[in-house]
């Protein structure tokens, strides 16, 4: 009786703690990062109207339209302040970053697949379902594509160039 009691609790805590891991996921991904780029700015102001023009400079509305209308949220509500929200998103988001490199690396060591990735697509964090699955979405996927052909284009071109062989 006890042990079940126990099991239950355990359960729901579990599950407690997997509503806010996909929380924080879902805020952290109001600001896109691929691997191996710079971490969003800090906002070192402090009036509302240092905020806004450090917004519309760093996230303009048409590209991060989550991220600007949770902050408008906020302000509207006054449990957090806009600026406290995004240092927040910011914070988790460079945690939830680093530790996907911790989780890739273990996985790769286990030939498992990771429990938490970077789309190499768009920068979101996802959960993979297959080790290889390295992008969120289908769309991702060949984004990624497109964009390593067009590099391998590139190099080549660079290198015929520096070689004079003509064309
Ligand atoms: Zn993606």
């Known amino acids: 009786m006890v042990q079940k009691r126990n099991r239950s609790e355990i359960e729901s805590w579990i599950e407690t703690e997997i509503d806010r891991g996909n929380l924080d996921i879902k805020l952290a991904n109001h600001v896109p990062r691929l691997r191996g780029t710079a971490p969003p700015p800090e906002f070192l102001g402090k009036t509302s109207d ?46 939830l970053h680093a530790a996907t490199i911790t989780m890739d690396a273990f996985a790769r060591l286990q030939n498992k697949c990771p429990p938490l990735r970077v789309c190499a697509g768009c920068g979101r964090l996802f959960v993979p379902s297959r080790k290889d699955q390295m992008t969120c979405m289908k769309k991702c996927g060949s984004r990624v594509r497109v964009a390593r052909r067009r590099e391998k284009q590139e190099y080549y071109e660079e290198n015929r160039k520096l070689q004079g062989v003509p064309r």
């Open 50 to 95: 240092e905020f806004d023009a450090f917004l519309d400079r760093n996230f303009p509305r048409r590209k991060f339209a989550s991220l600007r209308r949770n902050l408008d949220k906020a302000a509207r509500r006054k449990v957090i302040t806009p600026v406290q929200l995004y240092r927040y998103i910011v914070e988790i988001g460079n945690l």
